[in-house]
């Protein structure tokens, strides 16, 4: 039983996936890369949060949210206040006119700390509130659209305005959050130099660590009776209403939960780079995340994963060599992700490459060879009478219509 428990939990391909994954980012790019790519690659690894966040969002629950961005700044500047208080104490600001607050402050004439500050003086609280603040704005927002059945393109186009609304905040209370600069110079964490080259490395590997926490939280899901849910809800919201269920609870939790692993990957953003600011939570950048996850396939957690790490390595390059030709490499993306494989690369892998994989990969039996197959005695009346009645019964399940709603296990029998 427990066996089974656990293949229905892990199944051979996706176990395979995982530990080819866990190869790829702790073994094979630490051993490749120097410290400054490897840090590159740990902060494309932070947009694979909110990539794997969009997938059970919109992938499996049909929310499509164009507004991850805000959930995925609001975690990283609740870290970023800690670090940018720890920085600012009396010692190292001592030439400004009003020691022990931030530059930006004391720039903008403020001369105490205000008390929505206060809390961000403890790691605990802090870490506590990277989860909580946009876990509680997702709720508020969540709460106010679902309960009144707001869904679909009009959920999207809120969500976008949204973001741009907290940008608009941002920017404009410059002596509290920083303005357009954002919170910068950030370098100590409980007094650890986070600007070291050994300190990268470590964080590379917390972010890895978190990562795979959150893909197994993702995987229990999309393989338990509520991932079951969110695609049946996706495909045929009012059926599963008419079922029983609260359809608006289900979107307000798998949104929230949404919310929180984007707002892990903020954090470990602002870790990773030493700041972080409004650019990294409007409209443009919550676009390209949507498309992380697009072009990582939305119905494959690990292809949130690859999908990341494939549009930032572009990103990079073209920004290297032609940086006036990225945002139409963007655009020439997006289109031929929904023109060619709207699905993404998992679609790909799962048409292309997985048929042709070993039988071990499958989970198939050895083929029984010629010489081990055993002569069956001739059939009696009775056998043949109870083949032909399971054939009958063979013939009229299949005739059955069966929808495959889901790359990965959500099949839905209308």
Request: with cysteine.
């Amino acid at each position: 039983m427990q066996e089974r428990a656990k293949a229905l939990f892990m199944p051979r391909q996706d176990l395979i996936g995982f530990a080819v994954l866990a190869l790829i980012l702790i073994v094979i790019l630490p051993l490749i890369l120097d410290v400054f790519r490897l840090n590159l690659v740990g902060k494309y690894l932070t947009y694979s949060f909110v990539a794997l966040g969009l997938v059970l969002c919109w992938g499996y629950g049909g929310i499509l949210s164009l507004g991850q961005g805000l959930f995925f700044g609001l975690g990283g500047y609740c870290m970023a206040m800690f670090l940018k208080l720890e920085a600012s104490d009396p010692v190292s600001t001592k030439i400004q006119s009003t020691p022990g607050i931030p530059d930006f402050m004391d720039w903008n004439q403020i001369t105490a700390i205000p008390w929505w500050w206060q809390p961000f003086n403890s790691l605990t609280l802090s870490l506590i509130a990277v989860v909580l603040v946009p876990t509680l704005f997702a709720f508020i927002i969540s709460v106010a659209m679902f309960k009144r059945r707001v869904g679909g393109v009009y959920f999207a186009i809120i969500t976008q305005a949204l973001a741009a609304i907290l940008t608009i905040l941002i920017i404009g209370q410059q002596g509290y959050t920083g303005g357009v600069n954002g919170i910068t110079d950030l370098r100590t964490l409980l007094g650890w130099d986070i600007r070291s080259d050994n300190a990268k490395l470590i964080l590379y590997f917390v972010n890895c660590i978190l990562l795979f926490g959150c893909l197994l939280i993702a995987q229990f899901i999309r393989k338990n009776k509520l991932g079951r849910i969110l695609v049946a809800m996706r495909d045929r919201e009012e059926r599963v209403r008419f079922s029983g269920y609260d359809v608006a609870n289900f979107k307000i939790f798998v949104f929230c939960l949404a919310a929180a692993i984007s707002s892990v990957g903020g954090a470990m953003f602002t870790l990773q780079v030493g700041f972080m600011s409004p650019s990294f939570v409007g409209i443009v950048p919550s676009i390209e995340m949507v498309i992380f996850c697009a072009v990582g396939g939305r119905l494959s957690i690990l292809g949130a994963v690859y999908g990341s790490l494939l549009v930032n390595w572009a990103k990079t390059s073209f920004s290297e060599s032609f940086p006036e030709l990225w945002l139409f490499a963007m655009g020439a993306l997006f289109i031929g992700v929904v023109m060619a494989f709207p699905n993404g690369l998992a679609s790909l892998f799962l048409r292309y490459i997985e048929p042709y994989l070993p039988a071990w990969y499958h989970g198939k039996a050895k083929p029984v060879q010629p010489a081990e197959v055993v002569e069956k005695a001739p059939l009696t009346s009775t056998d043949t009478q109870t083949e032909a009645s399971i054939s009958k019964s063979t013939e009229k399940q299949t005739d059955e219509p069966v929808s495959v709603n889901s790359l990965e296990g959500g099949v839905y029998v209308d």
